[in-house]
């Protein structure tokens, strides 16, 4: 099971300066050492400041990224990383993260993402992450799908 729980961290995002800002003002400071809720939190940051590259250099090239619904499978570190310069349109109008929080086990992270939009007040989702030797190699996303596509 889960036997460490990251500090939580109640942090509002939106694309670009504003989620960039908010990361930094609330975000516990860093111990020397990354465990991997660092890791993962770093990946969130960077993904607040457009920095897709360091996004995904915490990847290994094989990676696999499963899309909500778990359909939709993206294989490989590239192919990741050319669907991040698309996060903008891929998320609903006026998709905000308003807290997250990262629960760490043995050589998995799982976020706690809340959010809202335009058109969802306010609902949860998470992502599972799955670690090798320090690397990403499996990032599963778990989202009420019609809640999703009724945010468009």
Known sequence: MYGKKAPEKR????????????????????????????????????????????VVADYVEGMTFIMPGQT??????????????????ILPPGFEITGLRQLEGENEVVSIVEWKSAKVAGSQLSVLFKFKDGKIYEERWFIDTEQWKSAF
């Open 72 to 89: 939709d499978v993206l294989q490989g570190r590239q192919a990741f990383r050319s669907a991040l310069d698309n996060l903008g349109k």
């Open 11 to 54: 942090l509002k995002y939106t694309l670009g300066e504003p989620w960039l800002s908010m990361i930094k003002k609330t975000a516990n400071k860093r111990a020397s050492a990354m465990n991997l809720a660092n890791i993962v939190q770093q990946g969130w940051e960077a993904v607040g400041a457009g920095n897709f590259d360091a």
